[in-house]
């Protein structure tokens, strides 16, 4: 039986589920409201090496109808040792943050492939590459307004760290390359004060499916990852959310490796 204080903790977070009610009339404005500026919605390049992605996906042998996708996916456990090519990983983010058009001037945002709350789009992608064609092992992040990658961090002895970061998921860690989104909450609070939370878990969802759906019709397979240890996947990749700026603060929330089907 719980006790009550993990009751009344449960209880609290229960309210993370809910949407605008009546009691909200009285809420704080949010920044946006109070004319406020908001941050850029694509997390600029670090400015070290940047690799173009292809993007010539007719090239690409797909599988399957939309019906036949939906219903074959599964998560999938079990990669072959064989590489994935650079095209087919550039699909694969294409498919899951690939920006289609910005709109706006003063607070510019992105139109993508995946429908987000207010088109608010929190996420960053990093990947840890270990068998990729065209590129060396290590950690890369997407860079989705010109479809390129950059270079996060080229160390190529992450294995232990990452193994521990996935709480021991060695299929995860050792697949061809593992997507770790991570989201800067403060794009969706700017426009949506306290309900931001529950909205940019929601559009997690989004993403991490046009990745089931893209790898099934590439023959890939994945598997989303919740199972994680918070602080040592943000250590791994260098964010220190607790000591971060408001508005700079970002953390890991979700993962998902991928490797073709055996
Ligand atoms: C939010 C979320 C977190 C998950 N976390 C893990 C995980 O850490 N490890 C794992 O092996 N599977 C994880 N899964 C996969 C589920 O176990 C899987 O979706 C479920 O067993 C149903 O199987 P199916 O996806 O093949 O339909 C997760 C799935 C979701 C949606």
Redesign the pocket.
């Known amino acids: 039986m719980m006790n009550e204080t993990t009751r009344y903790e449960i209880s609290k977070k229960r309210q993370l589920l809910k949407a605008h009610h009546s009691g909200d009339v009285n809420a704080e404005p949010t920044d946006q409201q109070q004319k406020l500026p908001s941050i850029p919605c694509l997390q600029a390049p670090k400015g070290t090496q940047i690799i173009p992605l292809p993007a010539n996906f007719e090239d690409l042998t797909f599988t399957g109808n939309i019906m036949e996708l939906i219903q074959t996916?599964?998560?999938?456990?079990q990669y072959a040792d064989e590489a994935l090519s650079l095209l087919e990983l550039s699909f694969l983010l294409w498919s899951t943050q690939g920006v289609r058009r910005f709109a706006g001037h003063k607070n510019p945002v992105t139109f993508r492939n995946v429908p987000s709350a207010g088109s608010r789009h929190t996420f960053e992608t990093y990947l840890f590459v270990n068998r990729i064609d065209g590129l060396k092992k290590g950690i890369y992040h997407y860079l989705p307004e010109k479809h390129e990658l950059e270079i996060w961090d080229d160390r190529d002895n992450f294995d232990a760290e990452l193994l521990d970061a996935?709480?021991g998921?060695t299929?995860?860690a050792n697949a061809p390359v593992l997507f770790a989104w991570s989201s800067i909450p403060y794009r969706m609070e700017w426009r949506f004060g306290l309900k931001a939370v529950k909205y940019l878990l929601i559009d997690?969802?989004h993403v991490?499916e046009n990745l089931?759906l893209a790898c099934e019709a590439l023959r890939c397979g994945t598997?989303?990852?919740?199972?994680?240890d918070q602080d040592r996947f943000d250590q791994l990749l260098g964010f220190q959310p607790e000591s971060s700026a408001e508005t700079d603060y970002q953390t890991i929330i979700?993962?998902a490796p991928v490797g073709k089907q055996i």
């Open positions: 996916r599964e998560s999938r456990r996935l709480c998921q299929f995860a997690a969802g991490c089931y598997c989303a990852i919740g199972a994680y979700y993962a």
